[in-house]
């Protein structure tokens, strides 16, 4: 698992662009798909997450839609039009960022 100062900055990127893929989701779904995709490499705690979710849905990029399960209301997370835009932007730029990354991690022999 990688460490939280090496994820912490790329959990809201990694939060808007799954749910963008995904249509809708909800917390504990994020989580649990995040940790399969990555092999448990990327382990978000509830802690992390519910306040980027919260201030994505105060940025407007995110809308939310509660559906009762049961007695239990499940709360479903999915990204605006405005969060589509936000979406490209961080997957442009987390993209670039992993290619300055390679620069100084796997330099080309001169």
């Keep these: 698992m990688y460490s939280k100062e ?10 808007l662009t799954l749910i963008n893929e995904k249509g809708r989701m909800y917390g504990y779904e994020i989580t649990q798909e995040v940790k399969k995709m990555t092999s448990g ?6 802690g992390a997450l519910y ?3 919260h201030k994505l849905e ?3 990029v995110l809308e939310t839609e509660k559906v009762f399960i049961g007695k239990r209301v499940r709360k479903y997370y999915k ?7 936000m979406v490209a932007v961080v997957t442009e730029e987390i993209n670039d960022f992993i290619e300055t990354l390679s620069l100084i991690f796997n330099p080309k022999p001169i």
């Design 6 to 15: 090496l994820t912490k900055g790329t959990l809201q990127p990694i939060i």
């Design 41 to 46: 490499k990327i382990d978000i705690s509830e």
């Design 51 to 53: 306040p980027i979710l």
């Design 58 to 60: 105060a940025k407007k």
């Design 79 to 85: 990204v605006t039009k405005e969060g589509k835009k």
